[in-house]
C-alpha cells in the first residue's frame, strides 16, 4: 500500500507565498509522476502541475510563472511553491502519484491539504 502525506497549507494574503510538501512511503515503482491537484467548492478537481521521476514538469495555464515543482527522488517527495498567491487559488490541495507497470495504472491519493488566500 502507498501512502501520501502532505503539509504546508494554510492561509495567506495575496501576493503571498505557500510551500506545499508530499512525502510517498510504501511499495513505489521507480519510473512515476507526482502531482499536485485542487479543487474549490463547487468545482471540478484539476490538475496544478506534475513532474515526471525525469524531472520533465507541466503546469497549468493558470499558475504558469508563479507555482514551482520540484520532487526529491530519494525522499519520494513532491514540492509545491506558490508564489504571488491570487484568491483564486483557494482550494484543497492533493498530492497525487501514479505509475503504469504492463497493463495496470496505479493511482495514489492524498489527503488534502486546505489553502485560503485571503484578498
Known amino acids: 500500500q502507498v501512502q501520501l502525506v502532505e503539509s504546508g497549507g494554510g492561509l495567506v494574503q495575496a501576493g503571498g507565498s505557500l510551500r506545499l510538501s508530499c512525502a510517498a512511503s510504501?511499495?513505489?515503482?521507480?519510473?512515476?509522476?507526482m502531482g499536485w491537484y485542487r479543487q474549490a467548492p463547487g468545482d471540478q478537481r484539476e490538475l496544478v502541475a506534475a513532474?515526471?521521476?525525469?524531472?520533465?514538469?507541466n503546469y497549468a495555464d493558470s499558475v504558469k510563472g508563479r507555482f514551482t515543482i520540484s520532487r526529491d527522488n530519494a525522499k519520494n517527495t513532491v514540492y509545491l511553491q506558490m508564489d504571488s498567491l491570487k484568491s483564486e487559488d483557494t482550494a484543497v490541495y492533493y498530492c497525487n502519484i501514479q505509475w503504469r507497470r504492463v497493463t495496470k495504472k496505479y493511482d495514489y491519493w492524498g489527503q488534502g491539504t486546505q489553502v485560503t488566500v485571503s484578498s
Open positions: 510504501g511499495m513505489i515503482f521507480s519510473f512515476n509522476v
Open positions: 513532474i515526471t521521476s525525469g524531472g520533465s514538469a
